[in-house]
């Protein structure tokens, strides 16, 4: 398969917590997938090969690959995972229930359901930095493991969409050897987030001047390096922290507002909003 005839299509995306100890044996999916651990460690082992993964581990599985996964008894591993093709080539709806399959029995394995494979070689292992800026990269295309119907096209569409525009961000990270971000930026990036952490963020004009940038160049690097305007990137990182105190703690919405710094609580749910689909007593309450 060519380059210009890939139409990468998702079938499946979400967010998968094992069991401690649990094991997921000799899989083959019919589909290329692509998996970031996202907490807790395991090991995957592959056509002779064991790679112990960690949070940042990014694993690329291309279809037919026979694969074993398996968590760690005391901290086991949570996979944000996708199943997908580089092309929309078999209309597996009229074999299957589910568009992704997995056989566990290579006796089984029905080659010519099996996946078109990409023309160059993607690394099996590695390993991405900022790891909460790939989940949302994946959250944005979740879809659950069912074919499209009347009710759920338009919403399959946008799922498409950002699937595309997540999968270009990964061929550009995995195959370009150039794709090293400034260290000037590496550095502001990595005093930026101990600001963040401490609630001390200063404005942006003190940290492109430490850097020695023009505004302009300064936007322009930091867009290249993250995906993200700065504005984009600190409200990100303070919603997903907001996420996490939705989550697990007994602070009210207001007080999550206040202590991110968002300037109202209209604000802060409109953001949320925005940025997640839900507000943030919706989210609350789903999780």
């Not at 997908?84 to 229930?97: N, S, V, Y």
């Not at 589910?98 to 290579?106: F, S």
């Not at 300064?218 to 989550?247: C, D, H, W």
Request: proline share 7%.
């Amino acid at each position: 398969m060519k380059i210009a005839e890939l139409h990468p299509y998702v079938h499946y995306a979400t967010r998968f917590p094992f069991a401690p100890g649990q094991a997921s044996r000799s899989r083959m999916c019919y589909s290329s997938s692509l998996y970031l651990i996202s907490e807790g460690k395991g090991r995957l082992t592959t056509c002779g090969r064991t790679y112990k993964t960690y949070p940042g581990a990014l694993v690329y599985i291309p279809a037919g690959q026979p694969h074993d996964w398996i968590a760690e008894p005391e901290d086991p591993m949570v996979h944000v995972c996708c199943y997908f093709d580089w092309a929309h080539h078999i209309p597996l709806q009229a074999q299957h229930d589910h568009p992704h399959i997995i056989c566990y029995d290579l006796s089984k394995l029905n080659s010519a359901l099996v996946g078109p494979a990409f023309p160059y070689t993607i690394p099996e292992y590695t390993q991405v930095d900022k790891v909460w800026q790939w989940v949302e990269r994946f959250e944005l295309f979740y879809t659950p493991n069912e074919f499209p119907n009347d009710r759920t096209y338009f919403r399959h569409l946008k799922v498409q969409s950002q699937f595309q525009d997540f999968i270009g961000h990964f061929l550009s990270f995995v195959l370009k050897d150039e794709h090293i971000p400034d260290p000037r930026i590496v550095r502001l990036l990595e005093e930026m987030d101990q600001d963040l952490v401490h609630g001390q963020v200063l404005p942006l004009e003190e940290y492109y001047r430490k850097c020695r940038l023009s505004r302009g160049y300064f936007f322009s690097l930091f867009k290249e390096t993250t995906g993200m305007s700065p504005i984009q990137y600190v409200n990100r990182y303070r919603i997903n922290r907001a996420k996490e105190e939705l989550q697990g703690s007994g602070l009210s919405i207001t007080e999550i507002a206040e202590k991110y710094q968002f300037s109202s609580i209209h604000y802060f749910s409109k953001l949320f909003r925005q940025l997640t689909g839900m507000t943030p007593s919706e989210y609350r309450e789903r999780t």
